[in-house]
């Protein structure tokens, strides 16, 4: 049983190694895009693909937990691109500020935040995408009635649609 799984999983390798290989399969006509991402937490966006160089794109992005609101901005690159699929991997991240107003505690963060994420090119201007990843949000204040500062984690998950114009 251990060589099969032996087996299985370096063919995966393999061909994971052969499909990073391919080229710019999942490349969209325009540079900029607006998108929404439902999940934990929702989120809007507006981006640029190489705004700030060659494949470092940079999208802005308002999210709304249930208790903070969020203003941030995320550098993203491609990781991977695949031919035999319109699928782009890409990650990245950034800063944000965060407005949170939990128990009554009305206080301002500012945080750092990383993301993962896959957008499969439905048609020349539409991509849905799904993402993960996570953020630290350092707490000024009165944080939860214990007048203290705060570090907050927060998960990131979305899945969504980006259109491209």
């Known amino acids: 049983m251990r060589k099969v799984l032996f087996a299985l999983v370096t063919a995966a390798?393999?061909?994971g190694g052969?499909?990073?290989?391919?080229?710019?399969?999942?490349?969209?006509?325009?540079?900029?895009?607006?998108?929404?991402?439902?999940?934990?937490?929702?989120?809007?966006?507006y981006g640029m693909d190489?705004?700030?160089?060659?494949n470092l794109g940079l999208r802005v992005r308002l999210s709304s937990y249930f208790w903070n609101i969020s203003l941030g901005a995320d550098v993203l690159t491609d990781v991977a691109q695949f031919d035999s699929a319109p699928?782009?991997?890409?990650?990245?991240?950034?800063?944000?500020?965060?407005?949170?107003?939990?128990?009554?505690?009305?206080?301002l963060?500012?945080?750092?935040?990383?993301?993962v994420g896959g957008e499969y090119k439905v048609t020349?201007?539409?991509?849905?995408?799904?993402e993960l990843g996570a953020g630290y949000t350092y707490y000024f204040g009165d944080l939860a009635?214990?007048?203290?500062?705060g570090l907050g984690f927060a998960p990131r998950g979305a899945i969504g649609v980006n259109y491209h114009f």
């Open 87 to 107: 699928i782009s991997i890409y990650a990245g991240g950034g800063p944000n500020v965060d407005y949170l107003f939990l128990s009554g505690t009305n206080t």
């Open 109 to 115: 963060g500012i945080g750092v935040s990383g993301v």
């Open 50 to 54: 190489n705004a700030l160089g060659n």
């Open 124 to 130: 020349d201007n539409v991509g849905a995408f799904l």
């Open 18 to 45: 052969a499909a990073f290989a391919q080229g710019m399969g999942a490349s969209f006509n325009s540079n900029q895009y607006v998108g929404v991402g439902l999940g934990y937490p929702f989120q809007a966006y």
């Open 145 to 149: 009635g214990l007048n203290a500062f």
């Open 13 to 15: 390798l393999l061909a």
